[in-house]
């Protein structure tokens, strides 16, 4: 039996959804038997918890008029649902100060996901890796406050942000450059997963991890608590019972709605490489994302992996990065991502990842 990958996440999952993509993505942690997830911490950014983000930058604003909050309502909806208490807690609402901010000034409420952090880590029997996706202060904060436990513990961290080109500065480095500047300056083993190219975040190219889910009709086919939790999510509900609401079979006209819409995606390869397994074209010409254990032969495993590089940071938060080539020795400070062809990738992950979700069964789970 495989053992199991410890994992701690930090993600910018909101109630209601900002991107429901996290929402989305998070089942994962969940349900692979490969992961042993330890603890989730909330980022929150707090001009995202007004109706408005009235900023300068129109990345930032949302004309839906949502208020929101940090998402304890679905971190409760999927512990309730996979019979779960995986711990929660928010980090901080502001941005630091500077990269060497242990931000022990900011509200007490806020600090609870950087405490987290620092226990789960005391706590854990091995190393773990940690997987940011959002503003990455929260783990900034922790290894600012105690770098020995930090190095001793993380196996590596595995960063989501940033361009593969540093003249597009990319969402989740905006929201805290300096969280950014203080991992990449930082002793700690980071895995970087460009979002964006320097075409912008919705662009393709052979380091960045984007690619578009066209529709998610495939969610008609998931486990029916599963598939009402994603209806709450993608439309934006915001029910009081929110418990009682994924025990609630999804109204046909939800499912509908749910048909149309398209997902961009952005986190699929970091959950491939923390949970051990391959993007595969089977003998019979389908493509699924398996266990590397499970490959036969006459399985072809396709590109996604993670290469040598050193990574420059500067002031903005924006980084450069140069390989080393794809030579193994000791094991580098700093890896990028490399996925081949970036329009195989995607058409390789639009049959394989809602295969996955289809597959995705709630059971008892032994904390």
């Known amino acids: 039996m495989q053992e199991k990958t410890s994992v701690i996440v930090v993600t910018d999952m909101y109630h209601p959804a900002q991107d429901p993509g996290d929402n989305f993505d998070i089942l994962t942690a969940y349900s692979l038997p490969e992961i042993d997830l330890l603890a989730v911490i909330l980022d929150v950014t707090e001009k995202f918890r007004s109706p408005y983000a009235n900023d300068n930058n129109p990345m930032f604003r949302d004309m839906r008029g949502l208020g929101r909050d940090p998402g304890i309502v679905p971190m409760s909806q999927l512990n309730y649902i996979y019979n779960r208490k995986v711990p929660f807690a928010p980090g901080p609402f502001v941005p630091m100060k500077g990269p060497d901010d242990t931000m022990e000034d900011t509200p007490a409420y806020g600090q609870r996901g950087i405490c987290l952090m620092l226990e789960t880590l005391r706590r854990a029997a091995g190393q773990v890796e940690v997987l940011s996706f959002g503003s990455a202060r929260t783990i900034a904060a922790a290894y600012n406050r105690e770098p020995d436990l930090m190095l001793e513990k993380v196996r590596r961290v595995h960063l989501s942000a940033g361009s593969s080109d540093p003249g597009f500065l990319e969402w989740n480095v905006l929201l805290d450059p300096n969280a950014i500047r203080c991992l990449l300056d930082s002793r700690l083993p980071v895995a970087l997963y460009p979002c964006a190219t320097g075409d912008g975040p919705f662009a393709y190219g052979r380091h960045n991890s ?43 006209e939800q499912l509908a709605e749910l048909d149309g819409m398209s997902h961009n995606v952005w986190e699929t390869a970091i959950w491939a490489e923390v949970s051990g397994r391959a993007l595969v074209r089977r003998a019979d010409g389908s493509f699924r994302l398996l266990p590397r254990a499970l490959c036969k032969q006459g399985d072809t495993v396709l590109p996604g992996e993670l290469v040598p590089c050193t990574a420059i940071v500067y002031d903005n938060g924006a980084y450069e990065v140069k390989l080393h080539g794809k030579e193994r020795g000791s094991l580098p400070q700093r890896w990028l991502y490399e996925r081949g062809d970036p329009h195989e990738n995607e058409a390789a992950l639009r049959e394989a990842l809602p295969a996955l979700y289809r597959s995705f069964d709630i059971c008892s789970h032994k904390e």
């Open 210 to 252: 984007f690619w578009l889910l066209p529709n998610l009709s495939f969610v008609r086919d998931m486990h029916p608590r599963l598939r009402r939790y994603l209806a709450f999510a993608f439309l934006h509900e915001s029910r009081m019972d929110f418990l009682r609401a994924v025990e609630e079979e999804a109204r046909a």
